[in-house]
Structures are given as C-alpha cells and as structure tokens.
C-alpha cells in the first residue's frame, strides 16, 4: 500500500500511547497488535478496500479490548 500521512500519523499516536506511564501491559499488548495491524497495512502494495477493512476492524477490536475492560 501507498504510504499515507494518516497511516504513519497513526502509528505514531499509538507508540505515543503506548509509551505512557499509565497504560497497564495489558492494553500495551493490546496497542501492539494494533500498531503492527496498522504496519502490515503500510506494507501491502496492492491493498484492496477489503484488505484496509479487515485491517481497521482488527486495530479496533485490539483497541476496544485494551481500553474497555
């Protein structure tokens, strides 16, 4: 896939949370997943719309998981 600036603006706001002092290693495990989602996205060449969709729907579920428990 195309390298976007949202892509890597994402990517960056996730390694931010996850360098915060509060977050507990559950939900850093949880935003771990979610940033390399998001990096196996940057790297596929050729993604289609259903490739972009399985990905954010994992992102989201990693994310909803780590922060609504």
């Not at 976007?4 to 495990?29: N, S």
């Amino acid at each position: 896939m195309k390298r976007f600036k949202d892509l890597e603006a994402c990517i960056a706001l996730l390694k931010g949370l996850q360098a915060r002092g509060d977050v507990e290693p559950e939900q850093k495990r949880n935003i771990e997943v979610a940033i390399n989602e998001a990096k196996r996205l940057r790297r596929k060449k050729d993604a289609d719309s259903c490739d972009v969709y399985a990905c954010v729907r994992k992102i989201t579920e990693s994310l909803l998981s780590a922060f609504l428990k």
